[in-house]
């Protein structure tokens, strides 16, 4: 039985290119084996990762300080309100 994958939102484009494109540079050779499971997942089709802008990210509302407006938007769409 074929399962939709997961999908997961996420709002560095960084992150992104390194599970999606697996981009090696530098810097991410240095990444612990423990944080590819992430790019392994999303091959598997297991998870899909996508991106989505800064105003849309309702984790937001976990872990910045938010206008009212902005708060009262985030608390709906998690069925908080």
């Given at each position: 039985?074929?399962?939709?994958?997961?999908?997961?939102?996420?709002?560095?484009?960084?992150a992104l290119a390194h599970i999606i494109?697996?981009?090696?540079k530098a810097r991410t050779k240095h990444?612990?084996v423990c944080c590819h499971n992430s790019?392994?997942?999303?091959?598997?089709?297991?998870?899909?990762?996508?991106?989505?802008?800064?105003?849309?990210?309702?984790?937001?509302?976990?872990?910045?300080?938010?206008?009212?407006?902005?708060?009262?938007?985030?608390?709906?769409?998690?069925?908080?309100?």
């Amino acid at each position: 039985m074929k399962h939709e994958p997961l999908p997961i939102l996420c709002n560095n484009e960084g992150a992104l290119a390194h599970i999606i494109n697996g981009s090696i540079k530098a810097r991410t050779k240095h990444i612990d084996v423990c944080c590819h499971n992430s790019r392994d997942l999303h091959e598997r089709g297991i998870v899909k990762y996508s991106w989505v802008s800064i105003q849309q990210n309702v984790a937001n509302i976990f872990t910045k300080a938010l206008p009212r407006e902005k708060h009262e938007m985030f608390t709906k769409a998690l069925s908080l309100w």
